[in-house]
């Protein structure tokens, strides 16, 4: 595609929609990332309530 031969309102609109494909991947990943993490917990036998509300066994292991 040579962007020199669009008019300015069709590159407008061509910006418009790069940018709504990339929220629409953005969202798609932080989906997937949500459904492993869940897996994960699930697997574990947990729940993110309990990954998250009880202090770590080692304190090395602490998120930083």
């Known amino acids: 595609m040579n ?3 669009l ?3 069709e590159l407008r609109l061509l910006m ?3 940018q709504q494909t990339g929220k ?3 969202h798609e990943d932080l989906a997937q990332a949500r ?3 869940l897996a994960i917990a699930h697997d574990a036998g ?3 309530q309990d ?3 009880a202090p770590p066994a080692d304190p090395r292991h602490a998120i930083r």
């Open 3 to 5: 962007l020199s031969q």
């Open 7 to 9: 008019s300015v309102s």
């Open 16 to 18: 418009a929609q790069v």
């Open 24 to 26: 629409s991947e953005e």
């Open 35 to 37: 459904a492993a993490i």
């Open 46 to 48: 947990a729940s993110l």
């Open 51 to 53: 990954l998250f509300a």
